[in-house]
T-cell receptor, first 110, second 115 residues
Framework: GNSVTQMEGPVTLSEEAFLTINCTYTATGYPSLFWYVQYPGEGLQLLLKATKADDKGSNKGFEATYRKETTSFHLEKGSVQVSDSAVYFCVGTGRRALTFGSGTRLQVQP | DAGVTQSPTHLIKTRGQHVTLRCSPISGHKSVSWYQQVLGQGPQFIFQYYEKEERGRGNFPDRFSARQFPNYSSELNVNALLLGDSALYLC??????????????FGPGTRLTVL
């Protein structure tokens, strides 16, 4: 079956630092890939998505590129803010459902 | 427009009891999916319903069941509760039948604690 592996947290950064959260996937076929974010006290929100190889998803300064050759979808942001503190989930599509990674908690300190 | 709503927000039950969780999708959305999120882990798929029919089931025991009503709202039922059922239960709605083609919108969840 499909699976998603992402780097364990927590990741602690200072404001304006560069962020990378690694994600790799295992799937039959070519899934769509997503990053979802869960802010404290809020529901899961779609951050960005990519539906085919070499697609780049971007939103709110975050980017991720669908790399078929390395089966990866790493999340990056050039300059994080305190407000980016949240749990980030790398997600792939299955036939009927989303397959979530275990989540990476990001803490940004002022 | 209102997003996905879930009730109740929190729930405390004891082992062996039964629980019913409710979800109202975004207006116009016909598909509802349920996920279980154990503390510190990613959500795990339980069920998907589309047009009142079950379209997918995850690896959960028969104690878990669900249904979708004509207005597309949904209930998740769990019988004979176990301590391990303690989790955040998430409902997600989408316009049509599946996550491959539709963005899923998540509700805030119901926090179930089993004592």
């Amino acid at each position: 079956g499909n699976s998603v592996t992402q780097m364990e947290g927590p990741v602690t950064l200072s404001e304006e630092a560069f962020l990378t959260i690694n994600c790799t996937y295992t799937a039959t076929g070519y899934p769509s890939l997503f990053w979802y974010v869960q802010y404290p006290g809020e529901g899961l929100q779609l951050l960005l998505k990519a539906t085919k190889a070499d697609d780049k998803g971007s939103n709110k300064g975050f980017e991720a590129t669908y790399r078929k050759e390395t089966t990866s979808f790493h999340l990056e942001k050039g300059s994080v803010q305190v407000s980016d503190s949240a749990v980030y989930f790398c997600v792939g599509t299955g036939r009927r459902a989303l397959t979530f990674g275990s989540g990476t908690r990001l803490q940004v300190q002022p | 427009d209102a997003g996905v709503t879930q009730s109740p927000t929190h729930l405390i039950k004891t082992r062996g009891q039964h629980v019913t969780l409710r979800c109202s999708p975004i207006s116009g959305h016909k598909s509802v999916s349920w996920y279980q999120q154990v503390l510190g882990q990613g959500p795990q798929f339980i069920f998907q319903y589309y047009e009142k029919e079950e379209r997918g089931r995850g690896n959960f025991p028969d104690r878990f069941s669900a249904r979708q009503f004509p207005n597309y709202s949904s209930e998740l039922n769990v019988n004979a509760l176990l301590l391990g059922d303690s989790a955040l239960y998430l409902c997600a709605s989408s316009l049509n039948g599946g996550p491959v083609t539709d963005t899923q919108y998540f509700g805030p969840g119901t926090r179930l604690t089993v004592l």
